[in-house]
């Protein structure tokens, strides 16, 4: 029964997102993922297109870029 619960996985039918950014939503999957695998993530989703279309998003996201890497040393 332990092998059958770590194999079997949950999917809603009702997608759900947290009052958050989109970003954010998406390091709830993985909160280690890098900017290049959330990307990634967003293009398997099939949301990075519609991510893309959203007012001044290339400018949010090198807002966030900026500000995430003067907590983070690279």
Do not use: C, Y
């Amino acid at each position: 029964m332990k092998w059958l619960r770590q194999h079997i996985g949950v999917v809603s039918q009702e997608p759900i997102l947290f009052q958050t950014t989109i970003r954010e939503n998406i390091l709830f999957g993985r909160d280690t993922a890098t900017d290049a695998e959330i990307q990634e993530a967003a293009k398997m989703a099939n949301a990075h297109d519609f991510i893309m279309t959203l007012p001044d998003v290339s400018h949010i996201l090198n807002i966030i870029i900026d500000v995430f890497s003067n907590f983070v040393e690279i």
